[in-house]
């Protein structure tokens, strides 16, 4: 029913910055809010940023805080993070995700019913 699909995923020095987007499709029956998780080697999943369907309550994990920024453009279907000041840290594979189950905002895994593929970022040294 809802694909997501990232781009802008890449290979980037320490310091330096990029700008994943994820673009929607397919039939949306609500309003839904879109969170961004990461995955790195040997670890656990982890909540990066969350906005809401009008865009008016975010949030992020505090390892992001005043580094990364999460917009979206509904008439454009796409949500976007600008991730800025990348540490070797940050590399991970990056996945953006809908949640039509909370009614909200959440950091919660179980809430994003659909996931895009993921698109890696490598920060070196």
């Known amino acids: 029913q809802v694909q997501l699909v990232e781009s802008g995923g890449g290979l980037v020095q320490a310091g330096g910055s990029l700008r994943l987007s994820c673009a929607v499709s397919?039939?949306?029956?609500?309003?839904?809010?879109m969170g961004w998780f990461r995955q790195g080697p040997g670890k656990e999943r982890e909540f990066v940023s969350a906005i809401s369907w009008s865009g008016d309550i975010v949030k992020y994990g505090n390892s992001v805080k005043g580094r990364f920024t999460i917009s979206r453009d509904n008439a454009k279907n796409t949500v976007h993070l600008q991730m800025n000041s990348l540490k070797p840290e940050d590399t991970a594979k990056y996945y953006c995700a809908a949640d039509f189950k909370s009614g909200g905002i959440t950091t919660l895994t179980a809430y994003y019913s659909y996931w895009g593929q993921g698109t890696q970022v490598t920060v070196s040294s």
């Open positions: 397919g039939r949306t029956v609500s309003r839904y809010a």
